[in-house]
């Protein structure tokens, strides 16, 4: 019974631990998917803003220097740049984009290379296997993307570090054939920032909901846990108890009994040490008599005192039950016949030395004690109990209130 009482018990545990790490794994789960989610809405809203804005340049700088940028001939138009006009271009350009948060502009001709850019090294490269590059010139689309640059030359040349970039493809087309291209790099670190910041006081938000919602929900449930290992481990006592006495009953004696047996099996691998198990099983003298001239009521209360001096009479680790009617039975662990004999006679002198009181009239009240051991963990217990009332019933024969053992 104690074993069953002790799996419920961590079955409880189990399951409120259960529920406290799905509740953080839960909460780390939200979160990580609140977070990645509102993060791309973000991020989209960034990147579709400063692809609205690089858009909007491209077209004002196109309709503004179109006759610089493109040449037409009899071959059609092409995106073209004379070193004559590179200088005044330069300065129109960067005068034109230093409010706007751009660092850098590239204009592409239909045939990937660099005609014009903010950044003079690489005018004149062909941006050969760039997969973006070569999509908005064959279909017009407009590609962007945000990225963390960790080093960019801004207008002005100077270098700037962990900047958060997007950079857009603007197609260029004149009389509806596309030329060439913008690649527009705006600097978007301050409007990530931002998002970053209120990304994280969300999450924090969050978190602390969460952790309210699940906290609401553990309390109960802990508090409920708690009282239903209460009221299982109250029906395992009245299930092990007399009513009447507040001992342990006969089946749950027997339980003990086994136990013990089956620990002195296990001990008995040590030959240095031979266990012994007392027994002791008493008897209250004339109890039919009592219970005649007091009714029940008087023969229980007689019983409640009795089972209260037994049981005062004993160490913490030793079991007194009611065995049935005004008969009890002690199990010793580690106890012999000797030892044995003597607790049972502290007992009986606590029984006999002070009188019962029943209805203001004191009841002088005997017992008689019957006393065994065994050694064999193999015996069968029964045995040794037949022993042990077999004492009590000599004790009776002897005269009553005294202890009588049989080996």
């Known amino acids: 019974m104690d074993d069953s009482k002790d799996l419920q018990e961590a079955g409880h545990r189990g399951l409120l631990k259960r529920f406290a790490i799905l509740s953080a794994v839960s909460v780390v789960a939200i979160l ?23 858009v909007a340049v491209a077209q004002a700088l196109f309709a503004q220097e179109k006759r610089v940028l493109v040449q037409t001939s009899a071959a059609g138009n092409r995106i073209a740049l004379s070193q004559d006009d590179f200088t005044g271009l330069d300065q129109r350009m960067r005068a034109f984009l230093a409010p706007f948060g751009i660092v ?45 640059k960790e080093k960019v030359a801004d207008l002005h040349g100077k270098d700037r570090f962990l900047v958060d970039v997007v950079e857009t493809y603007v197609p ?32 924090a938000v ?29 029906l395992a006592e009245l299930a092990a108890t007399d009513l009447l006495t507040g001992l342990f009953n006969r089946r749950h004696l027997f339980t003990r009994i086994g136990e013990e047996y089956r ?8 030959v240095t040490r031979v266990d012994r198990i007392g027994f002791i099983m008493a008897d209250i003298d004339h109890f039919k008599s009592i219970n005649d001239s007091h009714g029940h009521l008087g023969g229980d209360e007689v019983l409640r005192q009795a089972s209260n ?17 005004e ?23 606590a029984i006999r030395e002070t009188p019962i009181y029943l209805d203001g009239k004191a009841l002088q009240v005997t017992a008689s004690f019957g006393v065994s051991e065994s050694s064999d963990a193999d015996e069968d217990e029964e045995k040794a109990l037949q022993r042990a009332d077999e004492g009590m019933y000599r004790a009776k024969e002897g005269g009553r209130d005294r202890v009588a053992s049989v080996a």
């Open 206 to 234: 969050l978190l602390s909901v969460l952790v309210l919602v699940f906290t609401a929900l553990y309390v109960p449930m802990r508090q409920g846990t708690l009282g239903l290992e209460r009221v299982q481990k109250r």
């Open 32 to 54: 990580l998917l609140v977070g990645v989610g509102v993060h791309a809405i973000y991020r989209n809203q960034v990147i579709e803003a400063a692809q609205g804005n690089a």
């Open 309 to 325: 001096r037994l049981k005062a009479s004993l160490r913490a680790y030793d079991v007194i039950g009611r065995y049935g009617g």
């Open 263 to 270: 620990r002195m099996a296990r001990d008995r691998r040590s």
């Open 327 to 349: 008969e009890f039975l002690v199990m010793l662990p580690h106890t012999g016949i000797e030892a044995a004999k003597a607790v049972a006679e502290r007992m009986r002198l």
């Open 104 to 148: 850098k502009i590239k204009v592409y001709d239909g045939g990937s290379k660099v005609a014009y850019s903010t950044d003079a090294s690489i005018i004149g490269q062909v941006d050969a296997n760039n997969p973006k590059l070569e999509r908005v010139l064959r279909t017009g689309e407009l590609d962007s993307k945000l990225v963390k």
């Open 172 to 203: 260029v087309r004149v009389g509806g054939e596309i030329v060439g291209s913008f690649e527009v790099y705006l600097d978007v670190s301050p409007a990530y920032e931002r998002i970053i910041v209120a990304l994280q006081l969300s999450l």
